[in-house]
């Protein structure tokens, strides 16, 4: 059975820079068949396909946020990480890592992270 | 503002079908049979109950059905139970320049 599992602080100042892992266990982030996902939900509101990365390292990001987001995987301890900079309150959400048997279906998800946006 | 377009709520009493639409354009769901569902409880992650517009991931109930036509791709319910209570996202592939986009959701009440 595939777990994911996000990490990483849980509260975030502006302008600063937003980092999680997602640790994948019973799986491997090296599988040639999956992307691997970040998504976010604010509060109260809808989801948002952040962008994925493949297990060579090809990513691709959500247009609207792509100026901002880094992600990156790392093999070796089969994690895969996302950085967001500049963070502003519009930026508080719960974040989900999932993998995603491309295109659009996300069948393993993380429990998720809350990370705030506050001075 | 979302890039798909779901009812905000829908609602029907057990044992009943209800049907949930996800409206995008002809860049997105019109063009590729690659919209999913999820289904999501308070505090939980999504799950996935569709895929590839119809079809079923092991494990999900077979009263859980998709279709799409046109522009539209419906999500359909049938014999409500209490346990269907929850919110309800469509997804659909965009192209190689948007990639991915998720309807604005949609809350379903088992009355």
């Known amino acids: 059975q595939v777990q994911l599992q996000e990490s990483g602080p849980g509260l975030v100042k502006p302008s600063e820079t937003l980092s999680l892992t997602c640790t994948v266990s019973?799986?491997?982030?090296?599988?040639?068949?999956?992307?691997w996902s970040w998504i976010r939900q604010p509060p109260g509101k809808g989801l948002e396909w952040i962008g994925y990365?493949?297990?060579?390292?090809?990513?691709n990001y959500n247009p609207s946020l792509k100026s901002r987001v880094t992600i990156s995987v790392d093999t070796s301890k089969n994690q895969f990480s996302l950085k967001l900079s500049s963070v502003t309150a519009a930026d508080t959400a719960v974040y989900y890592c999932?993998?995603?048997?491309?295109?659009?279906?996300?069948?393993?998800w993380g429990q998720g992270t809350l990370v705030t946006v506050s001075s | 503002q979302s890039a798909l377009t779901q009812p905000a709520s829908v609602s029907g009493s057990p044992g009943q079908s209800i049907t949930i639409s996800c409206t995008g354009t002809?860049?997105?769901?019109?063009?590729?049979?690659?919209v999913s569902w999820y289904q999501q409880h308070p505090g939980k992650a999504p799950k996935l109950m569709i895929y590839?517009?119809?079809k079923r991931p092991s494990g999900v109930s077979n009263r859980f059905s998709g279709s799409k036509s046109g522009n539209t791709a419906s999500l359909t319910i049938s014999g409500l139970q209490a346990e269907d209570e929850a919110d309800y996202y469509c997804?659909?592939?965009?192209?190689?320049?948007?990639?991915?986009?998720f309807g604005g959701g949609t809350k379903l009440t088992v009355l």
């Open positions: 590839e517009v119809s």
């Open positions: 990365i493949y297990y060579s390292g090809s990513t």
């Open positions: 997804c659909s592939y965009a192209g190689s320049s948007t990639f991915e986009v």
């Open positions: 019973g799986g491997s982030v090296s599988s040639g068949s999956y992307y």
């Open positions: 002809s860049s997105d769901v019109g063009s590729y049979n690659l």
């Open positions: 999932a993998r995603e048997a491309p295109p659009t279906t996300f069948d393993y």
